[in-house]
């Protein structure tokens, strides 16, 4: 069914480690099932859907250079294990009936498309999920700011990031029964307490361009069709 939703289209940034499950490393495929159905159920919705899945699940850079790789090589390494995290949620979608694109930044034409533009919004007026994958395809960004660019170029109206808790707090709620939630937070304010959203690049793309970000918890089943109904716990960070 489908329910009235302020959105015509969005970005939604997960990282790697939520593909994971309770495993320490890796892909766990009843977990990226568990998203796709999560993702199927906005897309269904109607609403026009683009993907930025991260790759700490199996590489990270900055791993990788404290244990003596060159740093760009590194990097590279992680931004293929993006693009090994996005064909599995590819084959999930599909295997719920979706038509989904990887879109690479990086080109292997054999695995998934090269990123056009022009093409992958043609892809999200025909209600295909976009997945981008291989972050911003340079070394020293991440894929939070790759999210944040691609929704951009995607004139999406938000990213939505899909984090283990409910939102931003002031201090770490697992360690802290304190810590206080943000209903809504300024860009600025993310930047001068640290407060981990995403990175400092990222948030300042967003904020120069006045994309707002909402963090939500993925892990509440129905979470995300949730919160672009506007209901839920949510921080929106704008
Ligand atoms: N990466 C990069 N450039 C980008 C995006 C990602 O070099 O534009 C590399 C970087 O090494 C990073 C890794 O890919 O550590 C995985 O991405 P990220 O750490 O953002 O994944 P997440 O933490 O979201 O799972």
């Known amino acids: 069914g489908t329910a009235p939703t302020q959105y015509g289209r969005v970005m939604l940034k997960i990282s790697g480690e939520a593909l994971m ?8 495929p009843p977990t990226v099932a568990r998203i ?28 990788g250079s404290a244990q003596g790789m060159e740093r760009t090589t590194a990097d590279y390494m992680g931004m293929l294990a993006t693009v090994m995290n996005a064909l599995a949620m590819q084959s999930a979608l599909e295997a719920l ?17 090269p990123y056009i533009r022009r093409r992958a919004i043609r892809h999200l007026e025909k209600k295909r999920i976009v997945i981008f994958a291989a972050g911003t395809g ?13 929704a951009n170029e ?6 939505f990031k899909g984090t283990k808790v409910d939102g931003v707090y002031d201090k770490d709620p697992n360690k802290f029964p304190d810590a206080k939630r943000y209903g809504d937070v300024s860009y600025d304010e993310v930047l001068q307490k ?27 089943p129905g979470g995300f069709r949730t919160i672009l109904e506007g209901r839920g716990t949510y921080t929106r960070v704008h």
């Open 21 to 28: 499950g309770n495993q320490g490393f890796g892909l766990h």
């Open 36 to 63: 796709a159905n999560e993702v199927d159920s906005v897309a269904k919705m109607g609403v026009e859907v683009c993907m930025v899945i991260g790759g700490g699940n199996i590489f990270r850079g900055l791993q």
């Open 97 to 113: 009936g979706h038509h989904c694109r990887v879109i690479s930044a990086i080109r292997m034409d054999e695995v998934c498309e």
């Open 138 to 150: 340079n070394p020293y960004f991440t894929t939070d700011t790759a999210a944040t660019l691609r």
């Open 154 to 159: 995607m004139n999406c109206e938000v990213i």
């Open 194 to 220: 640290h407060l981990g959203v995403m990175d400092a690049s990222a948030i300042a793309l967003a904020r120069d361009n006045k994309l707002p970000i909402i963090v939500f918890s993925l892990d509440e």
